[in-house]
């Protein structure tokens, strides 16, 4: 008895959902695929700039050959800060902070669609192999990219969805 209650709260409440839409509806040929795919990433200083153009035009690249249409313009931020200081004044531990500002620019009229920002970090471990702290604080900076990346994918693809 208590099942089948459940189980038709649980349908009323997804009836009530009737206004939700799939952000990518229509796969490769839907409105924001095809948004996505004529974006162009402008160039970013750095190698985190490298790292972030290459993350992001991978994610964005979804829907082939689509004439540009809007320029994501971003400004990176990223830092390394020392955190644990050990006794022999030493620091133990470090935070790597990704930040990203961004703008999606509509090549048509210049106007800026969306300015936003985002970011992430991440802890390293300094231990005394100094080309082990240098491997973990590149390793530290890929993935921060990629999660950036996917939060500004995921703000442009909203953007898009709402334009459409």
Do not use: H
Not at 24 to 30: K, N, W
Not at 122 to 134: F, K, L, M, N, R
Request: charged letters at 25%.
């Amino acid at each position: 008895m208590i099942r089948a209650a459940f189980a038709f709260t649980l349908m009323l409440s997804l009836a009530a959902c009737g206004g939700l839409r799939p952000m990518y509806a229509g796969g490769s040929e839907g409105a924001v695929a095809q948004g996505l795919g004529a974006v162009e990433v402008a160039p970013i200083a750095g190698q985190s700039g490298w790292l972030m153009r290459n993350a992001l035009r991978d994610r964005l690249g979804v829907a082939g050959d689509v004439a540009t249409r809007y320029r994501l313009e971003i400004r990176l931020d990223d830092r390394l800060e020392g955190l644990g200081v050990l006794g022999d004044d030493t620091i133990g531990r470090e935070r790597r902070i990704l930040r990203a500002r961004y703008q999606l620019v509509d090549l048509a009229d210049g106007k800026i669609i969306l300015d936003a920002t985002a970011g992430s970090d991440a802890g390293i471990d300094v231990v005394s192999s100094e080309y082990a702290t240098i491997a973990a604080e590149q390793t530290a900076l890929e993935n921060l990219s990629k999660e950036v990346a996917d939060q500004i994918v995921r703000q442009v693809s909203l953007t898009l969805r709402e334009a459409s």
